[in-house]
């Protein structure tokens, strides 16, 4: 509907207000402090502080370790999760995660970070007789799972203990780290080696090899993984064949996001 046909009586200013203070935090990556909203938006300071309050305790807004500055937060993704499943990365990778599936024989997936949790934007098949029984919009806990310690790997410490404060850490395995200095660990390698291979990791007897996929800035927005039971994999090109196809299919996602990067030089 056009704007010139909305009635000005019918809008609620308190709603309103509000989605402007995120189009405000939408617009650029650095976080604001409410001055800064307050002054970019000419709004009283205290409305501007409940907006915000409000905001925060539905998760569409966070704030940083010193709880003075303010960024969007994973709610909006939730806001916007069946717009991603028909158009932008999904639609971009979509061939890609069924080819990646078609070569190694196992399920791929297309994977986000929502909080704590990650989901499954996309899934596909592989040839062989093992289906995967995660589906498009599936969640796990991300500390739990490879492609979320791969996505988790992006925030700092500080970061992430805000995001786990006063969680626990949900068991899926003896793999699943029990504390945040253990999660912390997990994380960091993650970061550094640029992608996660797991040997039952999520399930007991199963394998998984995640890695990142980053936009135009550089800045990982989703992880694809493959994953299935031990038997679908052959143990000795874990990490040759079955992590160069993974690694080389987000990077052709990144590219055809616009990410430009020196592409490594695989193995196998």
Known sequence: MPSDAFNGKYIVPALDRGLDVLELLSQDTKPKTVAEITDRLR??????FRILYTLQ???FVETDASGKTYQLGPGVLR??????????IVKVAQTDIEE??????????????????????????????FISNLGVGDRL????????QLLLSQLSHDEIASLYKGRSLEHLTEQTPRSRRSLLEIVDEAGKRGYVISHGSVHAGGK????PIRDAGGKMIAAVDISG???AFTTKELETHYLTDVLRTASRISARLGYVQNLPRFRG
């Open 43 to 48: 709004l009283p300071r205290a409305s501007v």
């Open 57 to 59: 305790h539905k998760g």
């Open 79 to 88: 806001l916007g999760y069946q717009y991603l499943a028909t158009r932008n």
């Open 100 to 129: 990646l599936a078609n070569k190694t024989g196992v399920s791929a997936h297309l994977v986000v970070r929502d909080g704590t949790d990650i989901v499954y934007l996309s899934h596909a098949s592989g040839n062989a007789n």
């Open 141 to 148: 806990p991300a500390h739990a799972t490879p492609a979320g």
């Open 208 to 211: 998984s090899i995640a890695a």
């Open 229 to 231: 039971p031990d038997q």
